[in-house]
């Protein structure tokens, strides 16, 4: 068995080997380092956001902070003197966009109805139906009068009927 590296040796046809199939690696190093590289970018990337975190977010708090307990009595002074400009701006700032809402919403809908409306009107269909109507006022019209013809003259044979009925009761 010799020292050096042998590429039959690893196909299994080296010494000793006969016929051996060993399963090839299939890039099993490129494997490796691209799990190596892939987690120390990752790493790498936070890392740096910690660190611009830090660098950025630490001062702002500290520097921002103190300078806000500075300044506060002032901020508090200017609130307190101009409160009587603030109060109705923060009244309309809360009541005008519900208000415009609602003129927009209504605006919209009216607009949209006489949109219809004007496409009903012009619509052949529309003329036909006002004939149908017609036709049918008409229609109802006799059949009322119809109705109200039979209706009398029922009656009338209902009370000839009755009339008789009694002259024969009352004469016998």
Request: glycine content about 12%.
């Amino acid at each position: 068995m010799s020292s050096k590296w042998d590429p039959q040796q690893q196909e299994g046809k080296g010494e000793g080997g006969g016929d051996q199939q060993i399963a090839p690696q299939k890039g099993g190093k490129n494997v490796w380092l691209m799990r190596i590289l892939v987690g120390g970018t990752i790493l790498t990337i936070g890392t740096l956001a910690m660190l611009a975190f830090g660098a950025i977010a630490i001062p702002t708090v500290l520097l921002g902070g103190g300078l806000l307990l500075l300044v506060s009595p002032l901020l508090i002074g200017g609130a307190v003197l101009t409160s009587p400009i603030w109060v109705p701006l923060v009244g309309l700032t809360l009541t005008v966009p519900p208000i415009l809402g609602t003129i927009a919403v209504a605006f919209i809908t009216f607009v949209l109805g006489v949109y219809w409306f004007w496409n009903f009107v012009r619509s052949s269909k529309t003329r036909e139906a006002a004939e149908d109507l017609k036709e049918g006022m008409k229609e109802a019209a006799y059949c009322v009068q119809h109705r109200v013809y039979d209706t009398c003259h029922s009656a009338q044979q209902a009370g000839q009927q009755a009339r008789q009925r009694a002259q024969e009761s009352s004469s016998s």
